[in-house]
């Protein structure tokens, strides 16, 4: 079994969702999160929701306990007591109640779990040293991994033998943990880095192995930028987003940030656009006289490609591409019954009992080409009934915010090949198509494609 372990996401949702689709690649099939869910970043309502979804457990942070109102803010930097204050507003109380009664340990077979430490981890120290690991590792003497994170950097420290010196290792992408020896090992920071590098950092480990596979995975920037500037955060704030931030990295530590008028989540956003203010008269003809040159600059340049294009490249049609990646790669939840991937791209559900079992089958996200209007998409199922109980399909959209969106669900009661167009919503940047099914019977699905409808 493959386990991922995550700490420090803060409230970046385009970073977490990158190490979500990376740890499945890799074969991990649990998540344990070592807490600070929000903090610092501009999502922490959307975060905290997916963390909720996908994470086997979670742990109380020192960002989470202060959101939830377990923690006196004067013990954060300003810039930390400002996010957290905005963590505040943003989290209903639901949110709230779940983050009080998170737990500060997590302990799994030989495997125990902590956001900072292990001899007090009430108190949110940083273990940064071999004589914290040691301290951790006298407090934990059943166990022979400690997982924990709060300090954003990975790390790892190994001892011997009991009493023996621990020791800092460096580190790879692969360790191999050798017999009777006692580690401890912090998976990095998926959402708020403090290295030069711009990645979501996180941890696998195969308990079979006994192997360690650190991760660093590169994601695109410019949603949580926009996030954000969307949500009234100042990105100067965030010194790994550029240079100039970055040269400001001493001086965020000592300067109350300026204060900014908060917007509310999902304001603005691609699935609910803002008003924009009215322009006027001389801004509206200056755009105009703008977009008209654009205009005839663009009609120019598709006549002179039209004249040089060989003939037979104007009749001949792009094959057809299915977005979507293979079976495989998509996830099964819900009932615990059997999936089977075949050699071909199928998945057979089988239930383990002749009780109908509810599955949910959904796809990694997929991201859109641009101008890109209507999707076609197509599957096959086949079963000894012909008949199906329940079995729903839809798609669910993402804009660059990380903003969630459910198309229609379609039903259908018979096996056999299905097709219909899906309509993209304005702003959506990626999707992933989900089934619902509920069967008493083996139930076989094959080849889901995604293709896109070409004028």
């Not at 819900?334 to 796809?363: I, K, M, V």
Request: charged share 20%; proline share 8%; net charge positive.
């Amino acid at each position: 079994m493959r386990v991922a372990f995550i700490a420090d996401v803060h409230a970046n949702l385009p970073a977490l969702e990158a190490v979500i689709s990376d740890a499945r690649t890799h074969g991990a099939s649990h998540l344990l999160c070592l807490g600070d869910v929000v903090g610092y970043g501009p999502q922490p309502v959307e975060t905290l929701k997916r963390i909720r979804e996908i994470a086997s457990g979670v742990l109380l942070g020192n960002h989470d306990a202060a959101a939830a109102e377990l923690l006196n803010l004067q013990l954060f930097n300003p810039f930390a007591k400002e996010t957290a204050e905005r963590a505040i507003l943003a989290l209903d109380d639901e949110a709230k109640a779940y983050l009080r009664n998170l737990p500060n340990m997590l302990e799994v077979k030989n495997i125990a779990c902590a956001h900072s430490c292990f001899d007090a981890p009430e108190t949110f120290s940083y273990l940064t040293d071999e004589a914290a690991a040691e301290r951790s590792l006298d407090a934990m003497p059943a166990f022979t991994l400690l997982v924990v994170g709060h300090t954003h950097i990975q790390s790892l420290y190994a001892q011997s033998a009991p009493g023996s010196p621990v020791l800092r290792l460096p580190i790879a992408p692969q360790v191999q943990l050798q017999p009777h020896h006692r580690y401890v090992v912090n998976p990095g920071s998926v959402g708020f880095p403090r290295t030069d590098g711009l990645t979501a950092d996180y941890l696998i480990y195969d308990t079979l192995m006994r192997r360690l596979f650190f991760r660093s995975v590169a994601y695109d920037i410019a949603p949580y930028r926009l996030a954000l500037v969307r949500n009234g955060y100042n990105p100067l704030n965030y010194w790994f987003l550029s240079p100039e931030a970055r040269m400001r990295q001493t001086e965020l530590a000592l300067r109350n940030p300026a204060p900014e008028t908060p917007r509310a989540f999902g304001e603005g956003s691609a699935f609910r656009p803002a008003k924009k203010p009215v322009s006027t008269k001389v801004h509206f003809g200056i755009y105009a006289l703008i977009l008209l040159g654009l205009l005839l600059g663009a009609v120019t340049v598709v006549r002179t490609l039209h004249r040089n294009m060989p003939e037979e490249a104007t009749v001949s049609a792009p094959a057809a591409v299915n977005l979507l990646p293979p079976l495989r790669a998509w996830t099964v939840s819900g009932a615990t019954g059997y999936l089977h991937p075949p050699e071909e791209n199928a998945l057979l559900f089988h239930p383990d009992s002749g009780e109908p079992r509810l599955y949910r089958l959904h796809s990694p996200l997929v991201q859109l080409p641009r101008n890109v209007r209507e999707l076609r998409f197509s599957f096959r199922t086949i079963s000894e009934k012909q008949r199906l109980r329940h079995f729903n399909v839809y798609a669910e959209f993402v804009d660059s915010l990380g903003n969630r969106k459910k198309d229609r669900a379609h039903a259908y009661k018979k096996t056999g090949r299905q097709a219909y167009s899906i309509k993209l919503p304005r702003g959506a940047a990626a999707l992933r198509i989900c089934f619902e099914t509920a069967i008493d019977a083996p139930l076989k699905l094959i080849h889901p494609e995604l293709e896109i409808v070409r004028d």
